[in-house]
């Protein structure tokens, strides 16, 4: 039986989960960290997407994207299959590594972004990894808070949902994440 076709509304942001094959660990040192961030910019110049939130979790990643350009299931295919290119040879593995097909779900509204990006920020709070957000280094949180962006992140779309300067914004996006 054939996959049913994704749905791809060029534009309009992702919630997208990945998760390791039998659930086992994605992640285990400082270096697949880097790695998948790595291979996040190296598909971002190929085939540009915009990220506003991330969270890579030790067996799941949370990415809230958009592509104007290819759909998220090719840049998905791109990023997945780097990566575990780069886990099975590192590890001397072969096989899959993730679970199934990544899970995605459209979000509609402005709100909605916000609150995804909420739930993707304080997943490691959930998980009992951290006791605070901006402590998680995995996450585009801690961006948030300070004037620094980071790989392939683009916060505006997140941030310009508040008003005032750009200050106010983190100020009131912290608020809106810790209430």
Known sequence: MARKKRIWVPGSF???????NRRDALFNDDGDFKTFLHILQQVHKKTPFELASY???TNHF????????????????????????????KNRLTGHVF???FFDKIIG????????????????????M???AE????????YYLHTTSGPV???????????GSESEKRRKYWEFVTS
């Open 14 to 20: 992702y919630h997208i989960v990945c998760r390791g």
């Open 55 to 57: 969270c890579l979790m």
């Open 62 to 89: 949370h990415l809230l994207m958009c592509s104007k350009e290819q759909p998220i299931s090719k840049i998905m295919s791109l990023i997945n299959k780097r990566y575990a290119d780069y886990y099975n040879t």
């Open 99 to 101: 679970e199934k097909r």
């Open 109 to 128: 509204s402005g709100h909605g972004m916000l609150e995804v990006s909420r739930y993707i920020h304080l997943n490691p709070i959930e998980a009992g």
């Open 130 to 132: 951290v006791g605070k």
């Open 135 to 142: 402590n998680y280094r995995w996450s585009s949180y801690r």
């Open 153 to 163: 992140l683009n916060m505006e779309v997140i941030l310009d949902c508040f008003s």
